[in-house]
């Protein structure tokens, strides 16, 4: 009589699941990783956009001296007499923006936008950063456990295999051998368990340091 269970294989695509079963995480380039979220990036435009608009809305603020030069060619006659008369000039427009109380407004309005933008990039970065660590916090204690649960399977594995030996020779019942079998199959559902929940914090830390982007069917890591 012979009492065993069948083997199961990873059916993940193969560029994840390599992903996925990597027991370390890359870390290295990780400040790089932050400095280049695309979230980031997005709220560096909208300072940048908010800083423009104020210098635009500054100088509308201030009337405006420009110097004008000039130059003229009049040919004309005079007395059955040609003459060419060639004239420079220099001049100065001077122009007063009408309006200034709301310019003013529009001003203070673009400042508080820009200062919200800071904020909540300061704000996004601060949460990112904390996101990440906390994600590492959580990954090396799965991973403790993982190879806490995994030993704990192995050394199942030898109870089970003795125990079929100790059948074979009428050592002991099918109860004893069945509960060995069942101990084996609790502990390899922990270590599957673990392994999942491993995987969705690893997919968790690639999407909030920007790894999780495919091209081409690949995962850019």
Known sequence: MSIG???TQNVLPGNISEALSQKSIDRED???RIKESRSLQALDLLMQAG???VEVRHSDLFPELNAILGFSFDDSTRFSTSADRQQMYVGFNFSMPLGNKKTKAQKQSVQYETMQ???A???FERDL???IKTLHIEMD???RRIKLAESKLNLSRKIVKE???RYKNGQISIETLINSIQSELEHELNVVTLSVERSKKSIQWMQVTDRLVVKNNQIDL
């Open 5 to 7: 269970k069948e083997e």
């Open 51 to 53: 800083h423009k608009k």
């Open 117 to 119: 933008a800071e904020l």
């Open 129 to 131: 950063r904390s996101k």
């Open 141 to 143: 204690n799965i991973d």
């Open 121 to 123: 990039k300061i704000d």
């Open 30 to 32: 990780e400040e790089d």
């Open 163 to 165: 125990e079929q030996r």
